[in-house]
Structures are given as C-alpha cells and as structure tokens.
C-alpha cells in the first residue's frame, strides 16, 4: 500500500465499504424477504389446509345427517314386516346419489333388507366377515367411516369396479312386535371424496392427501404410484403429527407439511409444500437478488471512481504543473482548478514558483552584476596606473622640454581616455577599438622608444563593426610586457583587423619568445585553477615557471621577479635611459598580482559572456616563434546595434545574453538560439524571455 | 482512464447485462416450460378391454409428464401377420403425424424388431415386450414371462399334488404368494411354493387334441392364443419347465378358431374321450384365460370336468371370476406401472434421446382369498 496512489486507496475503501454495505442490506432483505415469505406460505398453507378440512368435514357431516335420516327417519320408525321402506330410501339416495354409491340396510346376519339402488349381493358374497358390518356391530353407538376399498357385495357389471368409503352404523330393525339389530351401509363415492380434495394445490408442486387415523391413505393424488412403490409419502410419519405445520424431508426434498385433523372421524389433512419450490428459493430469484446486489455495488462503484477521480484529478494535474517546476519551468501557469484546498495548494505553488523565479532572477542578476563589477573594476584599474606612468612620462618630457612629444602623449592619452570611457558603453564600434589600441601603442611607443615598432591593418569594412570594448589593449598590453621583454628594438607587434563572412577577426601579434602548447593552454584555464598554481603569464609572452626564473634587469626584472608578469603596474619596463621613468608598482594584491585583470583570459571570457560560447579567443604559438592571439566575435554592424541598444542594454541588464543570441543567429538557424541557451545560461535564459525579439531582430541581421 | 480500467468496467458490466438476463429473462435460463410431448401407443389387440388398468397408469402418467396419448388398437379379424403388418404401418403413420415416441405392443416381437430394422423409424419406440437390442428401441416395460410360467406351473403342479398325491405341505400360503411378488425376480417358484419335487427337463407335451394323459400323472392343458405372440413362448417354457420337475405331462393347445378353447374343453365332457380325471388348464395368456373363464363359466358341466384353471394376466373381468371361483387363480402384474412406466420412459426419451431403459414389472399370485388384501386390492383394482 505504500505506492498506493490516493485514488486507489479510496476507491477500494469506498468499494469496500460499499461491498460490505450491499452485501450486508442484500444479505437481510433476503432472509427478511424469504422469511416473510415462508412464513406467508406456512400462513396459507395452513389457510388451506383448514379450509378442506371445514370441506371435508362438512360434507362427512352431511353423510353423517343422512344416516341419520335414514335411521331415525325411515329405519327406526318403520316395520320391515309390514311396509317396505325402498321409497324413503330412494328418495333420500336420489338427493345424494352425486356422492353416494349404495344404501342398503342388513340383518345381523347378513341379509341383505333393503338396498339402493336396486341390486343384490353376490352368491358369494358374506358381508357377516366384511369390516365394516364387525365394527358395526361391535360397537353400536357409533357411526363407522372405513378406509377407501372396492365394494365388491353387490353383483354388478363385472367389467366395473366401484371404490368406495363406507360408512355403516348399528340400527335397530323392527319387525312386527320385534325389534333386532341391523346395520345400515352408506357407500360414499370415492371420488366425490376425492373432488373435496383433488383441486387443492398448495403453491408450485403442493398438493394435499387424506390419512386415516392410523396413517392409512385414504387420498393422495399419486395414491396408486405409493401403492405400487413407485412414489413415497411419509403418511405413517404425519399420522403422528399434531395439526400445524411441521416440516419433513422425503427423497431428500425439504417440505413444510400442514396437518389438519377433520372432526369425527380422526383423518387428517395433510397439506405438504415442498420448502425448495418456495418463489425466493429458486435460482432465478436467487440470481435476481445477486444481481441487485452487484448492480448496486456497480453503482456505488462509479460513485465511488467519479469520488475519487474528483477527488484526485486536480492534484494529478497540479502535479504536472509541479514537475514543470521541477523540471525549471518556473514561468508555467499552475493548475488552480478542482476543490477548496487544492485550488489554494495550486494557488500558493504558484505563488512559490514565481518567487522561486524572482529570486533567481534576482541571484542572475546578481551574479552578472557581480562579473560586471569585477569587470568593470578590472577595467577602471588599469586607469588610475596608466594614468599616473603616462603622467609621469609627460612630466619627464615637459622637464626635457620635449613639448611636442608631451603634446603628443597628453593628445594621446585624451583619446584614449576617451575611447576607454565611450558613454559608458561596452560595444564600440571596431573603428574606436582600433583608435583606442592605436593611442595606447603610441604612448606606450613613447615611453619604450626603440624597444618594439607596431602597425594596425584593418579592412574597409572592418570599422563600422560592432566590438567589444578593450579587447585589443590588454592582448597589446602583454605582447609590450612579454613579447618583447628580451626585444631590444626589433620588436613588433602586430594589430589586424578583418572580417570573414559573419565573423570579426581581431589579432594582436608579436615576434616574442612564443609559448609551448602547454603554457597556451593555461591561458584559458580557470581562475582559480590558475590561482591556485603559480599565476601564469597571460600575455602573449612566455610566462617564467616561477618568480624569479626569469630575471629583468633593474626595477623591471625586480618587478619581474616578483611574478606578477601581467601586471603591469608591477611590471615594470625598465625605460631606456635616458627615457621617462618606469612604471611605479602598484601595492600588491591579489588582482594585481594578476595584472590589470583585463588579461587574455577576461577578455576571452568577456567576449564568451557577450557573444556566447562559439566566440573567444585563440592563440596561434610555438617557441621562439612569436605568438598571435586572435579575437573571434561576430561581424555586427555597430549602426545596427546602435538602433536596438535600447533593447540590448536591457536585456545587457538581465545579462549579456541578447548579444550572444545575436552572436549565435548568423552562424545557424535560430534554433542554436536554444542551443545557445543550453551552453550559455545566461544566452539561454536571453533565448527563452526577452530573447524573443532579439532573436527575430538577430535573424533580421544576419 | 486506462485500457485496464475501461476492460474492467466493460467486464463488469457485461457479468451484470448476463446476470439480468439469467435473472430477469429466459433468454439465458428458461423457465420451466409445459411441453406437450405426442405419443402413441399402439396395441396387439382389436380392444382395449385388457388394457384397462394400463390406460389408467397411462392416463396418470400422460397427466403428470404432459402427455397427449393416441391410443390405437388394431383392426379386427386379421391374423397375426396381418397385424404385424398394421403394427409396421401404425408406426410409421404415427410418425408421420408428428408422434414424438410410441409405445409398442407387438403382436409378434422378433417380426416387429425385423419390421422396425427395414422401416427405421426416427423417433424412439418403447416395447412392451422383452428388451431388445436395437437401436430402434429406447426401452422396455415387460414381464418375465418364463418366470409368470414357473409360478403358474408349480402352483398348479401342487394343487394336483395335493389331490392325487400325499400331500407334503399345503397349498401355497397367503404370504408365501405375497412374498413372490417381492422375491419374483430371485428366486424360483418352487422355493416359496414349498415343493421339493427335482429339477428335470420338459416334459413332451401330448399329442394336441387327443385328450390322453396318463391315469398317474394327469396331463395339463395350456392355452394360448398362439406361442408365437407376445411373449407366451416364454410363459409356456415356465409351465413347462416347473411341471416337468413334478413329472407332469403338457397339452398345448394353441388358438385356431373361435371353438378351439370350447372344442378342447368339450373333450372332456364326452365319453371316450374325457381323460380319467377332471383336466387342469393354465392360459398361457390374458385372452386365453378370459375366454376360457367365460366358457367355464357358462357351463356348470364343463366347470366339472375341469379341475382348476389358472392363467396370466388379469382383466375386471378375470378378477370376478376368480372371486366367482371360476378361475383358481392367476399370476398378474399391475397394468397401471406398464401403462405409467411406459409413457414414463417414452417421455424420458424424448426429452434425453435414447437412453435403453428398462423396466420389468413384478408379479402377484391372485386367488380368491387374495383379492380381499388391500395392498393387492389397489394394484389390481386401481383409483382412477
């Protein structure tokens, strides 16, 4: 149960809570209904049962009555000597002849005296032995209903036989002054008996027989199939049996069975009722039930799957929203649907999501603002030294009266603060790049007279192309401090500036020392990779394995020795005498040990951050060989910058990704946007918001 | 939701769709159906008037199975093959007019089985005869008229003991007789008849028509209609076979015209050739018996010269003349089981295909003094 989802869990406790509820209401209505059934059946069947003995009883009363009209109204009253009493007879016969066989009035010893219909007895025939005339004889003050039997005294057609139940009784016979006894013989057809009882069903497959009081049948509808073994009854058992019902089993069927005992002659009405023919006892109705109780439960089942699916959809829903966030898509629209709480839940995710966002965007734009502070504190450093070793040279000029010179350097320098300052903007035209390194190259030019000559080659289309701001200073920076560290006047530093296709070159070489591919590639290694090894020159020069390794003569090679190579506060170039005065060190610290900052690695992680991830910096470089460092940015018109600056520097505020959105558009389709993204988080994050227009505006430029 | 959801649903919606039309419907459980199943039962005789008691437990069983019975006796005055004959074209007449089974009394057996071979009749017939082993025959309500013989033999063998012999035991007791019909299928005659007389083979019958039986040993006649009906072969190889163990000789006398029965008896009135002693006949069959009995009984100088007579089978009729003393008694069977069992099984067959099933019927020793026992009384004389 642990993965259990909540819908299931509550779809099987609603289940099976409806399953016990159902079970349990169609378990009782049942029972209830079956035995409120039973027990109407028992009421009927008792219902009927003494309504046939009242029948039965009735119609044993009126042959009662008529034997006693008979005696007391035609046999007492007559003498058999004198006058026949065959008229009474026949009148009383022919009102019951329906339900009687033969009246006929014997001797005590058997003669026959009287008889109707006419007939007389076989030659045969001795009804001296016949039960019926011994019980009447023996015990005269009753009147004696025999069981069912074929009367067989009187000579009839011989191909007939009539069963009959015979009542026969002790009657006083008068003949002349005597009187004697007789018996009086009334043959009740048997199947006048047999009508009271033959219509009499009790429900599906009951029936009803007639016993004696010693349990013999006198009635049953399958009498002859009992008779000869081929049918069952338990009449010896329901002889014992009280009037009510009772219930038996007979050839492994369960039967209520009703008795009821008819007045004077002690039979009994058996009513039986088999217990499985019970309407609710069959399968149909048996079915019927289990039916209702698994629709029900169908029922409550789908209640109980919409419960659930109500229940459990909005938070299936606001899971996916959630895994959205989860997966970064902090901007999606969260799920606030379904009930109260969930709503509420979806609401306050969504609230959490945006504050998520907010609060990334604002370490974003922390960090970037963090980058372009260090940059930009990089980038002011270099002002405060250049300016006092500038300075200071102007002053050793003016105090040689080299006026011109010094009007020189001040112009120069008024440029080049100039160009460093551009408004504060961070692309500049290529033009102004290549004016600001020229000014830079001619002070420094100035200061180092005759250690190192320079030349700038730009293309015709090159200037009016957007660059990153002091890309080529600090390359030109260090090709001055390492290239030509061991020049002595044949130094030459090379700046170039071309275009191929959507792609801006920028190169500063030297005829330096070079580097082996090792030293190269610890040009781009990791700050704090680099950091944490001894720092390595960054110029274009070769970097000494270790301070000191690489001595320079005077304050230069104290400078040097003191391993801050790319500083160049601290790396001093001893001026050639009489020249201007070195560079003052700046105090050490950890950034200036470094340099200015601004070295090849900034600059080729500025241009990355700017442009993106396919941009950079390369350096071409073998020992002894001289080395060329080579800027790689896209070829953007400046003027197009220019009318999206308003654009660009916002999204500049969130980060440099819209100019590496539109670094990346030029070299593929728009979809390196993403890829750009992907690579490039901050170029991604540009891709995915404001990038929209950037990009569009990126794919117009290109 | 899910395949697995939907399959589930959809499952349980067809288990409640089949459990109401089970509960609600008979599409799937039919209710019990009163079905009305055409049967005719044809007889070997031109009446019914020996096939009372069997009308009535067809009547029973037509009422509790539901069954619409065409009964069909034979035209009169033809011979026995000419009925065969009938019988063959019955069957398929009553086939034809959409009798689900028939019950069958054949006239001649082995000629019916071999009619019924060629005619190949599609529905299942029910013999009232011996069973047979024929695809054609779904069941049997029968007799074991071998032992109806034995018991007829042994009791008229000890009745002619008892008078012309030292009587070793009495006459058969009540329930000796009684106890036959339980114990009619194990054991032989001779045990609940007390004889002690050895087993021997038959006895040659006499010359037929010829009256002469030796002084010591009186000759009895047998009756019959013809030993090729019905089953009396079997009957007349029981007598045979009981009264060969007491050393008693046969007269078969076999039906040729309406005077054969008379003629014979006659036989025995007239000087030279009365036997020495008044005859004893058994009928080998219920006609035989009948007529006999009638012409006993109109005759008081035939009922001299005739001992007893015994016969098969029962009719109202017969039973008065027993309980006249006409007829010294009988060996029945209850007519109202064939009649129910017959139906019975034709009705099972129906509605099971054909199922061979048989059913043998038992037998009761009838004379005057039985006919009062009221067990014997409801089978012989049955409630309609």
Redesign the interface.
Known sequence: MKNTSIRTTIFIYFTLTALAASVFIGISFYTRLSGQMSQTIREESQILVNQTGRSMDSYLRTIMKLSDSLYYGVVKNADLSDASINAEMTLLYDNNKDNLENIALFSKEGQMLESVPAARL?P?ADVTGEPWFLNALSRTENLHFST???Q?IFDAN????K?VVTLSRAVEITRGPDTDQGVLLIDIR??SL?QLMDGVALGNGGYVYLISNDGELIYHPK???I??G?AHENHLEAAAYKDGNHEDELDGVRRLVTVKTVGYTGWKIVGVTPLDQVPLNN???Q??M??IV??VI?IL?IINSYISRRITDPIKELEKYVKKIEDGQLDAQVYTGGSYEISHLGTTVGRMARQIKRLMDDIVVEHESKRRNEFDTLQSQINPHFLYNTLDVIVWMIENEKQADAVKAVTALARFFRISLSGGRSIIPVQDELEHVRNYLMIQHMRYKNRFSYSIEAGDDVPGLASLKLVLQPLVENAIYHGMEFMDGDGEITVRAWREGNDLYLSVADNGLGMTQEQAAQLFAPLETAAVREPVSVGTGPAPPSPGAMPSPGATAKAGASGSLDTPSSLALAPTAPGPPPFTVTPPMRSARRGSGIGVRNVNERIKLYFGPDYGLSVETEPDMGTTVIAHMPAIPYNHYQEHMGVQEHAAARGAAPVAAQAAQPRSTSGNATEAAQIHPLAGRAANGGGAVIGKEAGHVS | MSVRERLIWGVSAAILAVLFLMSSTDLLIKEKETQVHPISVIIDHSSDEYYGNFRKGMDKAAEEYQADVNFITLYPGTDAAAKVRQQVELVQREENDDAKAIILAPVKRADMLAALELSNPGIPVILLADPADSKHIAGSVYVDGFQVGSLLGDVAARDISDETRAPATGPPAADDIADSSAGAGATGPADYLGATAPQQGPAPDAPSGTGASPATAPTIYLFTEGLDLGGHSHVYDGVRSALSSYGIATRLVEKKDADTYRATIEETVYPGTAPDTPITIIALDVAALDETARILAGSSVFASHVRALYGAGSTTSILNQVDKGVITGLVTWSGFDAGYLSIQKAVEAIDTGRQPDQAKLDIYYVDKERLKDKDLEKILYPIE
């Open positions: 076989k045969t069912p039997h074929v067989s011989e191909n007939q036989y069963w048997y199947n047999e009498a002859q199939l008779n000869s081929r399968i149909k109705t079915l019927l289990v039916f698994l629709f169908f089942t």
